[in-house]
C-alpha cells in the first residue's frame, strides 16, 4: 500500500505538474494571441495612418500643382506683359511728312528682326500702329496726317514682314502734344501676343 500511495502521489505530482503546464502554456497562448492581436491592431492602425497620409500628400500635391500653375500663370503673364513692352516701338517722321525715312524703315526693321525672334510662329501677334502729329496746322489736317503716317507703317509692315492685314489694325485716339514737337511727329506701335 504503500507502494500504491507513493504511485498516487506521483500520479498526482505528475497531474498537478501537467496542469501547471497547461496553464502555463494557456497563460503563453493568451499572451501570444494577446500580443499578435495587438501587433495586428498596431499594423492595421499604421495601414489606415498611412491611408491618411497618402490621402493628405495627394491634396498636398494636388494644393502645390495648382500653386505652381497659379504661380506660372502669373510668371506667364508678367514675361507676357514684359515681351509686349519691350516690343513696342514708335516711328518719327518730318513735319507734314508721312513718308518712312532711310531711318525709320532701319528702326522697323531691327524691330521686326526682335519681335519675331520673341514670338516664333505666334499667329496670335497682333499689332496696334497710333499715328500722332504736333499742334501746328488744324486739326482736320493733323487728324488726315496721323492715320496717313499710320498707313506708311502699315503698308512697310506688309511689304516687309510676314504680318497679315488681320493683324495689323490701326488705333484712333485724340490728338496729344508735348513741349516737343519732334516726339509728336510719331506712330506708336504696339504688340499684342
Not at 498526482?12 to 494577446?34: G, V
Not at 501587433?39 to 492595421?44: E, G, P, R, T, V
Not at 517722321?93 to 514670338?119: C, G, H, M, P
Not at 485716339?173 to 506701335?189: A, C, G, T
Request: hydrophobic share 40%; with cysteine; aromatic share 8%.
Amino acid at each position: 500500500m504503500a507502494l500504491s500511495s507513493c504511485g498516487s502521489a506521483t500520479a498526482l505530482k505528475k497531474a498537478e505538474e501537467k496542469a501547471a503546464f497547461d496553464r502555463q502554456l494557456d497563460s503563453m497562448s493568451t499572451s501570444l494571441s494577446k500580443s499578435i492581436l495587438d501587433q495586428a491592431k498596431s499594423q492595421l492602425l499604421t495601414a489606415s495612418t498611412l491611408l491618411e497620409v497618402a490621402k493628405n500628400s495627394e491634396a498636398i500635391r494636388a494644393a502645390i500643382r495648382e500653386e505652381l500653375n497659379s504661380t506660372n500663370s502669373d510668371q506667364e503673364r508678367k514675361l507676357n506683359g514684359a515681351l509686349m513692352a519691350s516690343s513696342n516701338m514708335a516711328v518719327f517722321f518730318a513735319l507734314s511728312s508721312t513718308e518712312l525715312s532711310v531711318d525709320a524703315r532701319q528702326e522697323l526693321y531691327i524691330w521686326w528682326l526682335n519681335v519675331s525672334s520673341k514670338a516664333g510662329k505666334n499667329a496670335n501677334l497682333k499689332v496696334s500702329l497710333t499715328g500722332f502729329t504736333d499742334p501746328r496746322y488744324t486739326s482736320d489736317f493733323n487728324t488726315k496726317l496721323a492715320k496717313g503716317r499710320a498707313e506708311s507703317v502699315k503698308k512697310w509692315l506688309l511689304d516687309f514682314t510676314t504680318l497679315t492685314i488681320d493683324q495689323i489694325k490701326i488705333e484712333e485716339v485724340s490728338p496729344e502734344y508735348s513741349k516737343d514737337f519732334m516726339i509728336d511727329r510719331r506712330v506708336e506701335v504696339h504688340v499684342a501676343w
